[in-house]
């Protein structure tokens, strides 16, 4: 019996409030603060993909230079046109098949 009464008796100290009524009194200035805040917050989850593709190119850029580099230590190639060439004027292509700019 006690603990019916003790449930009626929570229920009736529980107050819902809805989502919009949260906000009835905010002003004008409240509200676009509140934008501002979320839009800086989207801003913000956004920039750690963003610098993680930033900081791939820039990886992808110092290997391909130091490719560059330790082919042309050979004396036997020559960089021109953009690309890598043999002392003979073939191009030089990696184990794949591709070229290596330079430049």
Same mark, same amino acid.
């Given at each position: 019996?006690?603990?019916?009464?003790?449930?009626?008796?929570?229920?009736?100290?529980?107050?819902?409030?809805?989502?919009?009524?949260?906000?009835?009194?905010?002003?004008?200035?409240?509200?676009?603060? &509140?934008?501002?805040?979320?839009?800086?917050? %989207?801003?913000?989850?956004?920039?750690?993909?963003?610098?993680?593709?930033?900081?791939? &190119?820039?990886? !992808? *850029?110092?290997?391909?230079?130091?490719?560059?580099?330790?082919? %042309?230590?050979?004396?036997?190639?020559?960089? =021109?046109?953009? =690309?890598?060439?043999? *002392? !003979?004027?073939?191009?030089?292509? *990696?184990?794949?098949?591709? *070229?290596?700019?330079?430049?």
């Amino acid at each position: 019996m006690f603990v019916a009464l003790h449930r009626d008796a929570d229920k009736k100290d529980d107050l819902s409030v809805g989502y919009f009524q949260l906000f009835r009194f905010a002003s004008c200035k409240d509200v676009a603060m &509140m934008v501002v805040g979320g839009l800086c917050a %989207l801003v913000h989850g956004a920039a750690a993909p963003l610098m993680l593709l930033v900081y791939g &190119m820039m990886t !992808n *850029t110092f290997v391909g230079y130091e490719l560059e580099i330790q082919q %042309l230590k050979d004396p036997n190639k020559t960089c =021109s046109n953009e =690309s890598i060439h043999w *002392t !003979n004027g073939t191009v030089f292509e *990696t184990s794949e098949g591709a *070229t290596v700019p330079c430049g």
